[in-house]
């Protein structure tokens, strides 16, 4: 060992290099910088440097260009559709389809309820009308419920038809 | 082809249109009319309880909110108004108010509000009595204009 200890390195360095290693050394330099066409050994050893420095993590700006890459890149999610006319597009006709169907649907469902005819009943005359505006005025109720009878007979003969088994 | 199209078109009519009516409908329906029958035979409590039953019973699903609510309200009015001549203005101002509680724009409900009217009327309440003719007579007022208009038409 010398004193100022540069002896010691000598030895790690070890045996001068040969030409053949100084010119793969060359090579593998401008790798590393990214010049020229390393070969192939240089290029994977520079690979393996890389990779052992950083374990292979992207830093931010070759992160961005591969993002770039990707999202600039790809393709539409349909690009046949983006080049048809509106009339030969898929949704153009599956929708309101779909929503015919769910409408015809739902319609069906209300009409196979089980049996609720409903609604219609017999319309009161205007005898019976003028009888129960006087009765509103204070004329007594004989006469609205002498109407209302009849009125009740009528009610009932229709729903029991309606609902006759 | 075309007797493809033919059975369907029937099994459609048949599901659609022609389904049977629920025999708990018509037996309900028949109820009510028995009811009045039978308060038409007996002006005393039993009908009163004829009538009281019609408004208890529940009603089969299988008929009408419509046609439930007309029947409900006319043997409303009758067992009010029996009630109100007996002189029960309270009870009858109740069963009133209870079959107000589904008003539409009839005939039914613009008597039950007469009723009420009068019921109210009986005990001092000139005020609510008074609205309550007053609804009567606006929806009777419609009716009258239907009614007219249909004469008219024919």
Do not use: I
Request: hydrophobic share 45%.
């Amino acid at each position: 060992m010398s004193d100022d200890g540069t002896a010691g390195a000598d030895e790690a360095q070890g045996p001068a290099p040969s030409a053949a290693e100084e010119a793969e050394a060359a090579a593998f330099a401008a790798a590393l910088e990214g010049r020229g066409d390393a070969p192939e050994d240089a290029a994977a050893a520079a690979a393996l440097l890389r990779y052992s420095r950083d374990a292979g993590a992207l830093d931010d700006a070759s992160a961005a260009r591969v993002l770039q890459a990707v999202l600039g890149d790809a393709p539409a999610s349909d690009p046949v559709a983006g080049e048809r006319p509106w009339w030969a597009r898929p949704w153009t006709f599956l929708l309101p389809a779909g929503v015919g169907l769910a409408v015809a649907g739902a319609a069906l469902v209300l009409t196979l309820r089980p049996g609720v005819p409903g609604g219609d009943l017999p319309l009161p005359d205007v005898a019976l009308l003028r009888a129960q505006a006087r009765a509103a005025e204070g004329a007594g109720s004989g006469e609205l419920d002498e109407a209302l009878t009849t009125y009740r007979g009528a009610l009932h003969r229709r729903l029991g038809e309606r609902y006759a088994p | 082809m075309k007797r493809r199209l033919l059975v369907l078109a029937v099994a459609a009519a048949v599901v659609t249109g022609c389904s049977p009516a629920d025999p708990a409908a018509g037996r309900w329906v028949e109820s009510v009319r028995a009811a009045h029958a039978e308060a038409d035979a007996d002006a005393s409590l039993a009908g009163d309880g004829a009538l009281r039953r019609v408004l208890e019973a529940p009603v089969p699903e299988s008929v009408s909110p419509e046609d439930a609510r007309a029947l409900r309200q006319d043997s409303a009015y009758r067992l009010g108004r029996r009630l109100l001549r007996r002189g029960e203005a309270p009870a009858a101002e109740e069963v009133a108010d209870g079959a107000l509680a589904d008003p539409a724009m009839d005939v039914l409900t613009a008597s039950l509000l007469v009723l009420r009217g009068e019921a109210r009327e009986a005990q001092g309440e000139l005020r609510e009595a008074a609205a309550d003719y007053h609804e009567a007579l606006r929806v009777n007022e419609r009716l009258l204009e239907r009614a007219l208009a249909r004469r008219e038409a024919r």
